[in-house]
Nanobody, 133 residues
Framework: QLQLVESGGGLVQPGGSLRLSCAAS????????IGWFRQAPGKEREGISC????????YYADSVKGRFTISRDNGKNTVYLQMNSLKPEDTGVYHC??????????????????????????WGQGTLVTVSS
């Protein structure tokens, strides 16, 4: 059974930082395109960052570009999202998700496409991030 479990959310002041983690079990991330998605109150789900298998193809939504960094550690089967210079509008539930490369291409356009439409193979339950003073 494919499972993703997020952690690292919490309450942080504007301008602060958090690092989210997403641990995979039941499968290895080596052959999966991975991504982080945000569900803010009253808004549609937004794909904020996605990463191909070779780590060279990345996508960032304009809203987080320059502030957030996605990475993976295949040895630990874990995905990370480093979030800096946090803003109140970054508040929301953050989910990680993954698609096998047979479903989502690991090319630059394929990575972007997964961030736009969402993944199909695995989703985590989410971790809440609240940015407030």
């Amino acid at each position: 059974q494919l499972q993703l479990v997020e952690s690292g959310g919490g309450l942080v002041q504007p301008g602060g930082s958090l690092r989210l983690s997403c641990a995979a079990s039941g499968f290895t991330l080596d052959y999966y395109v991975i991504g982080w998605f945000r569900q803010a109150p009253g808004k549609e789900r937004e794909g904020i960052s996605c990463l191909g298998t070779g780590d060279s193809n990345l996508y960032y939504a304009d809203s987080v570009k320059g502030r957030f960094t996605i990475s993976r550690d295949n040895g630990k089967n874990t995905v990370y999202l480093q979030m800096n210079s946090l803003k109140p509008e970054d508040t929301g539930v953050y989910h990680c998700a993954a698609d096998h490369v047979t479903r989502s291409a690991s090319s630059r356009l394929g990575v972007q496409a997964m961030c736009v439409r969402g993944a199909s193979d695995a989703w985590g339950q989410g971790t809440l991030v609240t940015v407030s003073s």
